[in-house]
């Protein structure tokens, strides 16, 4: 019974003194870290805002070679998720989804570490004249009685993987071809006149391919009541883009004026002057284009002056080689 209390006062003198030191402890840590990519911003964001292109670079996803991983969402950006599981204690089990990302400039994302709760973190990139800056970095809170364990430990831990991931990416980006838009050329020209019937969508970006089809399917049903027939690729207007919310006009160009019913508008996409670039590749990697045409238009002093539209002259269903899928992308211009 003496050992017994001896025990007890021992435990309890044990969490007093770790309910005192967890008082002056602070209950969340920040860990970040740096390093420049001689690469440009564009190129080395593309490969964090890919989450699948990790087990290329990533320390966390080389520990377990058997780690099993699953993709959920769109191939890239907002609403990306990343769920994996490991038998090796190190890896864990947990889901990163990407809650917000900006081209070339930041990602943040959410991780839900199984045991842990869920923390935030992501990646700042700022553009050199050689190259980019990349932070990674993590904010966690902590519970009361782990600022002691693992929160004393826990930043260098992270600070040590930090610096193993960012010299992983900074090896891949900088073994990639220096331009991935050596072959990209851009036209000025007048485009043609369009007859078209559309309808006005606003979703989310992770819902856009989803939208087009449904939408694609109306607009047929209503070119079938005019008897209308399709006169070239089908499109998109995009009006506002942004991390949350797309508006956008999917179109369907016909060989003759249409009469608007009901959400269904027919219109004429008028000719104008434009700036036309052709993109070979995956629908979600268009936005490395859109880049590329604003930062052109800029050097070459033009002024953008309406909504761009994407042409999406491949059929998906045909052609299964993502490489070979046109988007031609046009931008209005003074």
Same mark, same amino acid.
């Given at each position: 019974?003496?050992?017994?209390?001896?025990?007890?006062?021992?435990?309890?003198? +044990?969490?007093?003194?770790?309910? =005192? =030191?967890?008082?002056?402890?602070?209950?969340?840590?920040?860990?970040?870290?740096?390093?420049? +990519?001689?690469?440009?911003?564009?190129?080395?964001?593309?490969? =964090?805002?890919?989450? &699948?292109?990790? &087990?290329?670079?990533?320390?966390?996803?080389?520990?377990?070679?058997?780690?099993?991983?699953?993709?959920?969402?769109?191939?890239?950006?907002?609403?990306?998720?990343?769920?994996?599981?490991?038998?090796?204690?190190?890896?864990?089990?947990?889901?990163?989804?990407?809650?917000?990302?900006?081209?070339?400039? &930041? $990602?943040?994302?959410?991780?839900?570490?199984?045991?842990?709760? +869920?923390?935030?973190?992501?990646?700042?990139? #700022?553009?050199?004249?050689?190259?980019?800056?990349?932070?990674?970095?993590?904010? $966690?809170? %902590?519970?009361?009685?782990?600022?002691?364990?693992?929160?004393?430990?826990?930043?260098?831990?992270?600070?040590?993987?930090?610096?193993?991931?960012?010299?992983?990416?900074?090896?891949?980006?900088?073994?990639?071809?220096? #331009?991935?838009?050596?072959?990209?050329? $851009?036209?000025?020209?007048?485009?043609? #006149?369009?007859? +078209?019937?559309?309808?006005?969508?606003?979703?989310?970006?992770?819902?856009?391919?989803?939208?087009?089809?449904?939408?694609?399917?109306?607009?047929?049903?209503?070119?079938?009541?005019?008897? %209308?027939?399709?006169?070239?690729?089908?499109?998109? =207007?995009?009006?506002?883009?942004?991390?949350?919310?797309?508006?956008?006009?999917?179109?369907?160009?016909?060989? &003759?004026?249409?009469?608007?019913?009901?959400?269904?508008?027919?219109?004429?996409?008028?000719?104008?002057?434009?700036?036309?670039?052709?993109?070979?590749?995956?629908?979600?990697?268009?936005?490395?284009?859109?880049?590329?045409?604003?930062?052109?238009?800029?050097?070459?002093?033009?002024?953008?002056?309406?909504?761009?539209?994407?042409?999406?002259?491949?059929?998906?269903?045909?052609?299964?080689?993502?490489?070979?899928?046109?988007?031609?992308?046009?931008?209005?211009?003074?």
């Amino acid at each position: 019974m003496k050992a017994l209390k001896i025990a007890g006062i021992i435990i309890l003198i +044990i969490l007093i003194l770790a309910t =005192v =030191v967890s008082v002056f402890l602070p209950s969340s840590i920040h860990a970040e870290r740096s390093m420049f +990519i001689n690469r440009p911003a564009a190129q080395v964001f593309n490969q =964090v805002n890919h989450l &699948k292109t990790w &087990k290329k670079w990533s320390y966390w996803d080389s520990i377990d070679p058997k780690m099993q991983s699953t993709y959920e969402g769109p191939e890239a950006g907002v609403g990306a998720i990343h769920k994996w599981r490991s038998t090796d204690e190190l890896a864990g089990a947990g889901t990163l989804t990407i809650t917000e990302s900006m081209p070339n400039e &930041k $990602i943040v994302t959410t991780l839900n570490f199984e045991g842990m709760g +869920i923390s935030t973190g992501g990646w700042r990139f #700022a553009a050199g004249d050689s190259g980019t800056n990349v932070t990674t970095y993590m904010d $966690i809170d %902590l519970p009361f009685f782990g600022r002691i364990f693992p929160g004393l430990v826990f930043e260098k831990m992270l600070n040590d993987d930090f610096d193993k991931t960012l010299n992983g990416l900074k090896k891949h980006c900088e073994n990639l071809p220096l #331009a991935e838009e050596k072959e990209w050329e $851009i036209s000025v020209m007048e485009s043609n #006149a369009l007859k +078209i019937m559309s309808i006005k969508i606003t979703c989310k970006p992770s819902e856009i391919g989803m939208q087009l089809g449904e939408s694609y399917g109306k607009i047929g049903e209503a070119m079938m009541k005019q008897g %209308l027939k399709q006169s070239g690729p089908v499109l998109a =207007v995009y009006e506002s883009f942004s991390a949350d919310k797309v508006v956008m006009e999917p179109a369907i160009p016909v060989d &003759k004026s249409g009469k608007s019913d009901g959400n269904i508008i027919a219109r004429e996409l008028p000719s104008v002057q434009v700036m036309k670039l052709d993109f070979y590749g995956d629908y979600i990697d268009t936005e490395k284009a859109h880049i590329f045409m604003d930062e052109w238009a800029r050097k070459q002093g033009k002024t953008i002056a309406g909504n761009p539209w994407e042409e999406y002259v491949t059929d998906p269903m045909v052609e299964k080689d993502t490489t070979k899928w046109l988007t031609r992308i046009y931008y209005p211009i003074q």
